[in-house]
């Protein structure tokens, strides 16, 4: 399907652009552009942005916590190597979601219940393992859906006989 490389190159680039704008927001404040708080709210629902978790960049923290920094760089590290990988397939990847969720799920309750405390290294390893995983998993199906969407679909004839 001569779709596949726009559709690779469009998942590709909405990856650069979502891990660009996490670390733009602490420059842009930094800059004091006003468009840095749209930014935070923007990535607000899907991360606690707790400063005290996260990486700061000219004395600004990251739009998004340490370990959902890791999970989109990891995301967006997976799409650029994945021409270069053979793709994972589907009756394969139970064993790629337990390899790649299970250290963080582990980390997190380890957290959470006070047998250690997770660190920058700790959350970052999670964090990319999980992101990883994710992009070699989803992004075949990802493609084929979005293929999908452009795919002519034949319809029947309707019958004369209603």
Same mark, same amino acid.
């Given at each position: 399907?001569?779709?596949?490389?726009?559709?690779?190159?469009?998942?590709?680039?909405?990856?650069?652009?979502?891990?660009?704008?996490?670390?733009?927001?602490?420059?842009?404040?930094?800059?004091?552009?006003?468009?840095?708080?749209?930014?935070?709210?923007?990535? &607000?629902?899907?991360?606690?942005?707790?400063?005290? &978790?996260?990486?700061?960049?000219?004395?600004?923290?990251?739009?998004?916590?340490?370990?959902?920094?890791?999970?989109?760089?990891?995301?967006?590290?997976?799409?650029?190597?994945?021409?270069?990988?053979?793709?994972?397939?589907?009756?394969?990847?139970?064993?790629?979601?337990?390899?790649?969720?299970?250290?963080?799920?582990?980390?997190?309750?380890?957290?959470?219940?006070?047998?250690?405390?997770?660190?920058?290294?700790?959350?970052?390893?999670?964090?990319?393992?999980?992101?990883?995983?994710?992009?070699?998993?989803?992004?075949?199906?990802?493609?084929?859906?979005?293929?999908?969407?452009?795919?002519? &679909?034949?319809?029947?004839?309707?019958?004369?006989?209603?």
């Amino acid at each position: 399907m001569q779709s596949r490389p726009l559709i690779y190159a469009g998942l590709l680039f909405a990856a650069a652009l979502w891990c660009a704008l996490i670390i733009a927001a602490p420059v842009l404040a930094a800059w004091g552009v006003p468009a840095a708080a749209d930014i935070y709210r923007f990535f &607000r629902p899907v991360c606690h942005q707790d400063a005290a &978790r996260s990486f700061f960049l000219t004395g600004h923290p990251f739009a998004v916590c340490i370990r959902c920094t890791a999970v989109y760089a990891g995301f967006f590290a997976a799409l650029i190597a994945a021409p270069f990988v053979p793709p994972v397939r589907p009756r394969s990847t139970l064993p790629f979601w337990l390899i790649g969720v299970s250290p963080m799920l582990i980390d997190v309750a380890a957290d959470l219940t006070g047998l250690h405390e997770a660190g920058v290294l700790t959350r970052t390893f999670t964090g990319a393992l999980f992101g990883l995983t994710a992009g070699f998993v989803l992004l075949p199906d990802a493609m084929n859906a979005i293929a999908g969407l452009f795919t002519p &679909r034949i319809h029947e004839p309707r019958s004369t006989h209603e």
